[in-house]
Nanobody
Framework: VQLVESGGGLAQPGGSLRLSCAAR????????MTWARQAPGKGLEWVST????????SYADSVKGRFTISRDNAKNTMYLQMNSLNPEDTALYYC??????????RGQGTQVTVSS
């Protein structure tokens, strides 16, 4: 089982980034998937979850209205479109197998830094 995040980088406040999570080694379409993040010196924070077929999504209040989670089961890939970024969004972003940020299967993470 492997999850590989990509798409992180440096963005200016107000900017956008799109994260991807490529899944391998399990039947991706059978599982809800989650994005989580960890800012420097802080604990793991749940960001968003999407159900198996993409019909239901949920978001943390801190990102609601700015971030959009989606998935393409044909490509075994999940996405996180992040708009209106602010410095508080700076964190290491993980994709996690399952419906919770504290799942046992997660990727190595992709760094997002928001700074002018």
């Amino acid at each position: 089982v492997q999850l590989v995040e990509s798409g992180g980088g440096l963005a200016q406040p107000g900017g956008s980034l799109r994260l991807s999570c490529a899944a391998r080694g399990f039947t991706f379409s059978n599982y809800a998937m989650t994005w989580a993040r960890q800012a420097p010196g802080k604990g793991l924070e749940w960001v968003s979850t999407i159900n198996k077929d993409g019909s239901t999504t949920s978001y943390a209040d801190s990102v609601k209205g700015r971030f959009t989670i989606s998935r393409d089961n044909a490509k075994n890939t999940m996405y996180l479109q992040m708009n209106s970024l602010n410095p508080e969004d700076t964190a290491l972003y993980y994709c996690v197998k399952g419906g919770t940020a504290w799942g046992t299967i997660r990727g190595q993470g992709t760094q997002v830094t928001v700074s002018s």
